[in-house]
């Protein structure tokens, strides 16, 4: 919905979050994006950014890649039509760039294998795919890297963006985001769309089985009507609304070798994130 996708673009535009959470990634983007792309090469290609949000770090891509003379297309893919226009008009400012604008960039990652054989036109054969800001995280982390790798082609990267489960930063990590009132006006959006009130629920951001939960207990006996239907909630009922896997960095450097014949690790200095690229 567009009310939450601006929620979300809300949420990281802040200070808060630029200081907090946003630096974690750009910090490695800044530092090793000339590195990324000498390794993904100079024939041209498709820029596949999945989940691509406001398109600003799709954005620092393709101006490196244009000063390197590499010939390349943007294909934002996003569920939310919201993102997916916010994204291209990000791409539009930058001159001379083409932007794949069709119905199948408002899609979900389960439709893959239906949209990226259409990319493969004329002479942009490749595609070095973005998944960034965490999203492998948000998602059952086989299924989703199963669906990318099965569309790609031998020659194809991608590069993974996520946090790391470094146990000593877990209390500051549920500290800043229980902290930021931007985060739980995004998540209780969620409840709020489908009926409930803020005065009916408390907002909880907890880690456990090795991923940050957020979720929100039901504070009185309610009864929530949605579409026709009723759905009675009791006191204390818990529900969750997103998790976000922080992975050992030994597991998941070895899921990636799993699915990939090549990859790079460039790990921030504290442990807690980290970019992968891959190859098949």
Request: charge should be negative.
């Amino acid at each position: 919905m567009p009310e939450q996708a601006q929620a979300y673009l809300n949420l990281v535009s802040t200070e808060y979050y630029k200081k907090r959470v946003g630096p974690k990634e750009l910090t490695l983007l800044y530092d090793h994006i000339k590195d990324i792309v000498n390794e993904v090469g100079s024939r041209p290609m498709n820029l596949v950014d999945l989940g691509c949000g406001d398109g600003k770090k799709s954005a620092l891509f393709l101006k490196e890649m244009k000063e390197k003379g590499v010939k390349v297309r943007y294909c934002p893919i996003d569920i939310s039509s919201h993102m997916v226009n916010r994204a291209i008009e990000e791409i539009e400012k930058l001159s001379d760039t083409e932007i794949i604008k069709v119905h199948w960039n408002i899609s979900d990652f389960e439709n893959l294998q239906n949209i990226i054989p259409l990319l493969r036109k004329e002479e942009y054969k490749r595609n070095f795919f973005l998944l960034l800001g965490n999203t492998l995280g948000n998602f059952e982390t086989h299924e989703l890297l199963y669906a990318v790798r099965n569309v790609m082609r031998d020659g194809d990267m991608v590069l993974i963006g996520n946090g790391l489960n470094n146990h000593k930063m877990e209390e500051d990590i549920v500290k800043s985001c229980r902290d930021n009132p931007l985060r739980n006006e995004f998540f209780s959006l969620i409840l709020r769309l489908v009926g409930f009130k803020k005065d009916q629920i408390e907002y909880v951001v907890r880690f456990s089985n090795d991923r940050l939960e957020t979720l929100y207990i039901v504070k009185e006996d309610i009864t929530i009507s949605f579409q026709d239907k009723k759905i009675d909630f009791n006191k204390g009922d818990q529900i969750a609304v997103a998790f976000t896997y922080h992975y050992e960095k030994e597991e998941f450097m070895s899921c990636m070798k799993m699915y990939f014949g090549e990859v790079q690790f460039y790990v921030l200095k504290d442990g807690s994130y980290c970019l992968v690229l891959c190859k098949k």
